[in-house]
T-cell receptor
Framework: AQSVTQLDSQVPVFEEAPVELRCNYS??????LFWYVQYPNQGLQLLLK??????LVKGINGFEAEFNKSQTSFHLRKPSVHISDTAEYFC?????????????FGAGTRLAVHP | EAQVTQNPRYLITVTGKKLTVTCSQN?????MSWYRQDPGLGLRQIYY???????DKGDVPEGYKVSRKEKRNFPLILESPSPNQTSLYFC?????????????FGPGTRLTVT
């Protein structure tokens, strides 16, 4: 069965600094990957997704992620963060092995942007 | 506006008192799912539904029931809530359940069972 590991539970960073949130998944023949963001007291919002094609995926709010099949990673990056990026970020993989679109989530990374 | 709605957003109840959390989507999605979110565990799937009258267990179904009588609605039922069901609950939907389409999430329901 698929699993997702988010390597950092918390990432503190100063405003305008770059950030990388790390995500590794267990290997699979076909993999579909997602990053979701959860702002305080809100639901989850899709940041970006990798289904196929280019390994560099661009999402909303200036985020991007790179799919690396050999390292089974899907790290999320932003070159310059803003206070408003403070949120919890979830990496997820779609596991279709059971015949349906099951999302397996990582434990989440809390990004805290400081002025 | 395309959205998934949940009610109530906050609920405090006592052990054993039956409750229902409603979920509705207006996107004509076939696939709907319930998750619970606990600190350090991410989101775990409780139940899912591929379409009307087609529901199945996820990873943590114990203590929960669901039904899917209409395409747009997917209520979560706790017949005898216990304190270990205190959690943040999310409903989600996607176009189909057979392809890796993105899932759209509701705003969440924070449940406290005392």
């Amino acid at each position: 069965a698929q699993s997702v590991t988010q390597l950092d539970s918390q990432v503190p960073v100063f405003e305008e600094a770059p950030v990388e949130l790390r995500c590794n998944y267990s290997s699979s023949v076909s993999v579909y990957l997602f990053w979701y963001v959860q702002y305080p007291n809100q639901g989850l919002q899709l940041l970006l997704k990798y289904l196929s094609g280019s390994t560099l995926v661009k999402g909303i709010n200036g985020f991007e992620a790179e799919f690396n099949k050999s390292q089974t990673s899907f790290h999320l990056r932003k070159p310059s963060v803003h206070i408003s990026d403070t949120a919890e970020y979830f990496c997820a993989v779609s596991d279709l092995a059971g015949g349906y679109n099951k999302l397996i989530f990582g434990a989440g990374t809390r990004l805290a942007v400081h002025p | 506006e395309a959205q998934v709605t949940q009610n109530p957003r906050y609920l405090i109840t006592v052990t054993g008192k039956k409750l229902t959390v409603t979920c509705s989507q207006n996107m004509n999605h076939e696939y709907m799912s319930w998750y619970r979110q606990d600190p350090g565990l991410g989101l775990r799937q409780i139940y899912y539904s591929m379409n009307v009258e087609a529901t199945d267990k996820g990873d943590v179904p114990e203590g929960y029931k669901v039904s899917r009588k209409e395409k747009r609605n997917f209520p979560l039922i706790l017949e005898s809530p216990s304190p270990n069901q205190t959690s943040l609950y999310f409903c989600a939907s996607s176009l189909t359940g057979t392809t890796a389409y993105e899932q759209y999430f509701g705003p969440g329901t924070r449940l406290t069972v005392t």
